[in-house]
């Protein structure tokens, strides 16, 4: 039996001679594993990032599955010649291939609508990937609440209870007052807002750091994350 369904490539592992095993969240089945011949149809699906169309033998109680055909159904021709942006997108495909494992349509699809916005949008786009993180959160069903906050309040993010609270804090489980109320303001906004929003290296790179503080309590452990040498290059 042959299934067709979208997919983005989070991750790829060495196999055999001219093959690896790549890890694909799919739209339609969550995350499988497929065994990829390295040939000229099929070495789309080594590239973390791809977004592709693919079709598959789907056979009941397999943990790998053999591609029929791929193709890309979404070009990232910006980030691919964007060292900022692919540095983002490096980071947030390996998270991702911790985070997502079910199916999940509504993931998959805030996933390549976000990552495309990144690779069309040629206005400023700093903080990015820690809204991104945000959302991821928000969809997981683990941040906060902040509707009945007011605005401009000064909050703190407990990681541990996971709640913004009003009260001053020195705790190694609260977030800094400075980089707590940009995580609240970041929460509140779209990508396409990001163009007004200005938010430093510095302050980015530490918010960046907390929330992948806050997924590890909340989500799935991200202490082991390879990527995370190279979050100081991003802006």
């Not at 959302?135 to 401009?152: F, I, M, T, Y």
Request: proline share 2%.
């Amino acid at each position: 039996m042959f299934d067709s369904t979208k997919g983005i490539v989070l991750r790829t592992y060495p196999f055999r001679e001219n093959q690896c095993i790549s890890k694909v969240f799919t739209r339609e089945f969550g995350t499988l594993s497929f065994i990829v011949k390295k040939t000229k149809n099929q070495v789309i699906l080594s590239q973390p990032l791809n977004v592709v169309e693919l079709t598959f033998q789907n056979s009941k109680n397999k943990t790998l599955f053999f591609v029929k055909e791929a193709y890309i159904c979404l070009p990232y021709g910006n980030i691919l010649f964007n060292n900022k942006k692919l540095t983002i997108c490096i980071v947030l495909c390996e998270i991702l291939s911790k985070c997502l494992q079910e199916k999940n349509i509504e993931l998959f699809d805030f996933v390549t609508t976000s990552f495309d916005w990144l690779n069309k949008t040629k206005e400023k786009y700093s903080g990015f990937n820690s809204l991104f993180l945000i959302k991821l959160c928000q969809l997981h069903g683990v941040w906060p609440h902040v509707d009945g906050a007011e605005s401009g309040l000064l909050v703190q993010l407990d990681i541990i209870q996971g709640v913004f609270i009003t009260d001053e804090v020195d705790s190694k489980t609260v977030i800094p007052q400075k980089e707590s109320n940009e995580i609240y303001k970041l929460s509140m906004l779209e990508f396409d807002q990001l163009n007004t929003y200005n938010l430093s290296e510095e302050v980015n790179n530490s918010i960046f750091n907390f929330i992948i503080t806050y997924i590890s309590e909340h989500l799935t452990s991200l202490k082991s994350l390879k990527s995370i040498r190279i979050i100081k290059e991003l802006n």
